[in-house]
Structures are given as C-alpha cells and as structure tokens.
C-alpha cells in the first residue's frame, strides 16, 4: 500500500504532528510506503512531491508549519484539475491519499472522494475551529493561548497609557478565537463576525469602562461587521478559493472610537503571529491522534471518512458533514460572556 499526503491551506500548528503520527504508525505498524505531495493540492494537481518516511519525520513533532508545504490550490478551477489528479496518483502508484486541510481543502477532499471515487481519508485542521462534526481541529488551542498572551500583555499598556487597545484576531466566519481568548485574556469588549455590532454600544462599553478607572481592551474577530455598513477590508483581493483576504476592522474601529469617545484608540492586529511557531500541548495530543486514526482508516478501506473529535474520542464521519456547514459562535454562549462587557 503506497500513501499520499497533503496539507492544504493556511499552515497551522500541528500539521508536523499529524504528518508524523501517520508515517510513524504507517509504516511501523502495517508496513505501507509514502509520498509527500507538496503545497496542497498543487503537488497532485502538478506531479510534485518529496520523500516520506521516517527519517523525514524525525524531529518535527514541536515543529510549527508543515514539512509538507500548503498552498490554497483549488484544483476544481484548473482545466481537467481532477483527471490530472487521477492521473498524478496513478503516476506515483498512490493507492489512498489523506489530505489535511479546512473548509476549502476538504471541500475539495469531498467532491474527489464522492464525486470521483478517489480514495480519500480527511483530517481537520483550521486555527478557526469553525469546521463541523469535531468539537475542535487542532491549531485553535496554540492560536487562542497566543492571543491570550497579547491580551495580558496589551492590559499593561492601556492601563499605563489609559488608553484603548483594540486587538484584532483571525476568525473568517467565526469568533471562537475571540470569545476564547476574549474571556481568557479578559477583554472589555468582544465582537465576532456572527453578530454585527453597534459602534455606538461598543464606545458606550469603552465609556463605561474608563468611568471605572481601568483602560479598555476591545477583541474583535477579522470577519465581525458592524451593524449600518459592510466589512471593513484593508485589501480586496481574492485567493484561490475566491475569499477576501480580511483584516482591516481592528484599525477602523479604533479611529471610530477615538472619534467618537475622545479617548486614545491604538490597534494590534495579530495576524498570521497566531498561526505560526511551536503547537501546544494539547494540539500536539489532538493532531497526533487524528494522524493515528487517519492511517487506521486508510487500513480499514473507510474512504470518503473524516477524523474528528468526540467528546475524548476519535470518530469518523462523511467529509462532507464536515465542510458542508460550519461551526459557527452559539448567540448563547455570546450572551454568556457579556456580562464581562463594559
Ligand atoms: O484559514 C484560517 C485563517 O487563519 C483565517 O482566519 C484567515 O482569514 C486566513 O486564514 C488568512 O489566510 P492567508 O494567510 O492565506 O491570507
């Protein structure tokens, strides 16, 4: 049995030990043999792919990004993307493949599998956590404990300076980075992208906040939008995918506050800093287990099956329960955290 895998996307925390815990059982447990398709889909879409065995694999259990390589290659926008797909695995004897990826990536992973026939097992992985059918995909655990830290570390500054710091965080179409690391880090104000906010209400919050002697720290999500207009975008381009690459509402938000409030606003966008570097503890766990069941159900045969988080066990559901829907922020789990507004 020869196996292919591939990572695609935004790189994520955990990657490496999803890659590790697949070749480590793979072929130390059933003796299978595998290739390593770089960037994404573009490494069976194009034919490109590396070494996998477990020399390759040594080492990179802490280590953050992909050995891999990630790319958001779309190949259902390329001309024949499939067949040359088909082809590519034929090519290199592949006879399953795992693919890594969120939303976008096992999107593709569904259509391959149910559509096409490929042999496809799904692993989810999103810094998001706004995939379906798994009660988290690694990278949300090292993505909220790093924005945590910025939280704290911002709280000394605005009480220093009595200013308002507003932190903008990833977060698409969902603000669970947010309302994690907004309640862990104590945030004053959280705004997600599943609730438009009122600009008036927030400096209302930051008002209330400043009469009570402490500085605010507003936590906003790069997809939140608020109530009278449209998101707010610092560059309107498109990936692969057709998606508008975010970020730009931290900013905003601060000079409207300002304006509105007359107190000092400054903005820290977070960015890809929550993406990057070494995996918690617990992703490494999550990602790690995900790799072993993933191989397990290449062995079983169980194609077209993602792996996904229950409680504390590993199942398999369809790919597309995953991609098919996302997971997005509970209106009652936000009204929870908002007695912490203000
Ligand atoms: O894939 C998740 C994500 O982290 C989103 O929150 C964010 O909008 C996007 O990736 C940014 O991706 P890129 O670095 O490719 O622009």
């Given at each position: 049995m020869r196996v292919g895998v591939l990572t695609g996307g935004g790189d994520c925390p955990g990657l490496n030990a999803v890659i590790r815990a697949i070749v480590r059982k793979g072929v130390q447990e059933y003796d299978y043999d595998f290739v390593g398709f770089r960037d994404g889909w573009r490494g069976p879409l194009e034919g490109v792919s590396m070494r996998l065995d477990i020399p390759a694999v040594r080492?990179?259990?802490?280590?953050?990004?992909?050995?891999l390589g990630s790319s958001r290659t779309?190949?259902?926008?390329?001309?024949n993307g499939i067949a040359r797909i088909r082809e590519n695995l034929a090519a290199q004897g592949v006879d399953a493949l795992i693919a890594i990826g969120g939303e976008d990536t096992l999107g593709v992973a569904a259509r391959l599998t149910d559509e096409h026939g490929v042999p496809v097992v799904a692993v989810p992985k999103t810094?998001?956590?706004?995939?379906?059918?798994?009660d988290y995909t690694f990278g949300f655990d090292t993505a909220v404990g790093i924005a945590t830290e910025a939280i704290d570390r911002l709280h000394t500054t605005a009480e220093s300076h009595m200013r308002v710091l507003v932190c903008e965080v990833m977060g698409r179409h969902a603000g669970w980075i947010a309302i994690h690391s907004g309640l862990a880090g104590g945030a004053n104000v959280i705004l997600i992208p599943e609730h438009r906010f009122d600009v008036d209400q927030v400096c209302a919050w930051v008002t209330s906040r400043f009469k009570a002697s402490y500085a605010p720290i507003v936590v906003v999500s790069e997809g939140a939008m608020p109530k009278d207009g449209d998101m707010v975008l610092k560059d309107e381009s498109l990936d692969a995918f057709g998606h508008v690459r975010l970020s730009g509402v931290g900013e905003w938000l601060a000079k409207e506050i300002e304006k509105r409030t007359g107190k000092e606003a400054r903005t820290t966008v977070l960015g890809h800093i929550q993406r990057g570097g070494t995996p918690s503890a617990f992703d490494r766990w999550l990602a790690t287990r995900f790799g072993l069941h993933a191989i397990e159900a290449v062995r079983d045969g169980d194609f077209g099956k993602m792996v996904a988080l229950r409680g504390t066990d590993i199942v398999r559901v369809p790919i597309a329960d995953a991609t098919a829907r996302l997971k997005t922020v509970d209106m009652k789990l936000y009204e929870e955290v908002g007695v912490f507004f203000g």
């Open positions: 080492g990179i259990l802490p280590r953050g990004g992909t050995i779309n190949p259902l926008k390329q001309e810094i998001d956590n706004d995939l379906s059918a798994t």
